[in-house]
Nanobody, 128 residues
Framework: QFQLVESGGGLVQPGGSLRLSCVASGFMDHYAIGWFRQAPGKEREGVSCISSSDDGMIYYIDAVKGRFTISRDNAKNTVYLQMNSLKPEDTAVYYC?????????????????????WGKGTLVTVSS
């Protein structure tokens, strides 16, 4: 069964960096991948997504634009989220999710039930 596993979370001071990884148990090159986060007491929100095509779409929400970078290495079945200049408001459990977009050039931060697969999350805490 296709599974996603996140890693790389932890405790970091404001202004610091972390790199999250999302590793798939099988080939992920046909899937668009999204990163989501859920802060304590808040709704889950989409953060960034990347299309399955190498030259396709990448998207970031305004709150992380210029600080976060999403990338993928299909040879390693892995998608990364490089997070720089972290702020306390970035504290959340971060999840990756996959879905099969009929257009390989596109990606979208779909709702929970519209994504095909979810990981179990990794906790990021930004605090001094």
């Amino acid at each position: 069964q296709f599974q996603l596993v996140e890693s790389g979370g932890g405790l970091v001071q404001p202004g610091g960096s972390l790199r999250l990884s999302c590793v798939a148990s099988g080939f992920m090159d046909h899937y668009a991948i999204g990163w989501f986060r859920q802060a304590p007491g808040k709704e889950r929100e989409g953060v960034s997504c990347i299309s399955s095509s190498d030259d396709g779409m990448i998207y970031y929400i305004d709150a992380v634009k210029g600080r976060f970078t999403i990338s993928r290495d299909n040879a390693k079945n892995t998608v990364y989220l490089q997070m720089n200049s972290l702020k306390p408001e970035d504290t959340a459990v971060y999840y990756c999710a996959a879905y099969n977009d009929p257009d390989p050039r596109l990606c979208a931060l779909r709702g929970y039930y519209a994504m095909d697969y979810w990981g179990k999350g990794t906790l990021v805490t930004v605090s001094s």
